[in-house]
């Protein structure tokens, strides 16, 4: 069962999984889920501005290298031709359009499944704020790792934070964690599910674990819009 730490690393109570992230190991269409939401994340992120000229746009070539026969060589029509050196490029990118569109509804289940698969591999824990006090990089290290010096070989963590929490906390987590290379620091509003499966270890405040509850909970059907 998860814990709930505090400021020095002392474990202050268990806490039960919310309903929303207990669905256990992900599943086949989860995992399918997941795998589109992080190739739109990879995919949108590409400015698609590679571009290679076609011998049509290569600047010169315009007179015919030598004679049709007579030389021996193979006939040639032009020095731009792909077989030439600076000659165009034969099917080359050419500025495009990466955007991969994923509907939100399915965006915010493959979330709940990535969030719902570190649960229940038991890579999650808690940090409970309303007394931390930690104000130098080398005490978070303690915290997330033992000391400074396994702060380095230590595990990749990714430490959230809710985003009413920015103002005060979140600035005091970027100034004492910003120098551990093992660790990235976001708030819920920036969190991303490349992130939350590409970090073995998450650490989350008690107020960001509410805010992911309370975005990424399953939409409850009334009883007067259900079809009888």
Same mark, same amino acid.
């Given at each position: 069962m998860?814990?709930?730490?505090?400021?020095?690393?002392?474990?202050? &109570?268990?806490?039960?999984?919310?309903?929303?992230?207990?669905?256990?190991?992900?599943g086949p269409g989860q995992k399918n889920a997941m795998f589109r939401a992080v190739f739109r994340e990879l995919s949108n992120r590409r !400015? +698609?501005? %590679?571009?290679?000229?076609?011998?049509?746009e290569v600047r010169g070539g315009g007179r015919k290298p030598w004679k049709q026969k007579g030389t021996g060589r193979a006939r040639q029509g032009s020095t731009r031709s792909?077989?030439?050196?600076?000659?165009g490029v034969v099917f080359g990118p050419k500025p495009r359009d990466y955007i991969v569109s994923l509907n #939100?509804?399915? &965006? #915010? %289940?493959?979330? *709940?499944s990535a969030l719902s698969d570190r649960f229940a591999s038991d890579s999650v824990t808690l940090l409970a704020t309303e007394s931390f006090d930690l104000a130098k990089t080398r005490d978070f290290a303690a915290l997330l790792f033992g000391s400074v010096k396994a702060a380095k070989l230590g595990t990749r963590t990714l430490?959230?934070? %809710?985003?009413?929490? !920015?103002? +005060?906390? +979140?600035?005091?987590?970027? *100034?004492?964690?910003g120098n551990l290379q093992k660790v990235a620091i976001t708030h819920t509003g920036a969190l991303d599910i490349k992130d939350v499966l590409g970090y073995p270890r998450l650490l989350l405040t008690t107020a960001a674990l509410a805010e992911l509850d309370a975005n990424?909970?399953?939409?409850?059907?009334?009883?007067?819009?259900?079809?009888?």
């Open positions: 998860p814990s709930v730490i505090d400021s020095k690393g002392a474990v202050v &109570r268990e806490f039960t999984v919310p309903e929303t992230f207990a669905g256990g190991a992900a !400015a +698609g501005t %590679a571009s290679t000229l076609r011998r049509d792909p077989q030439w050196r600076h000659g #939100k509804k399915e &965006r #915010k %289940a493959a979330m *709940r430490v959230v934070y %809710a985003q009413s929490e !920015a103002a +005060g906390l +979140g600035e005091t987590l970027h *100034r004492i964690g990424f909970a399953k939409p409850t059907k009334s009883k007067e819009n259900a079809h009888v």
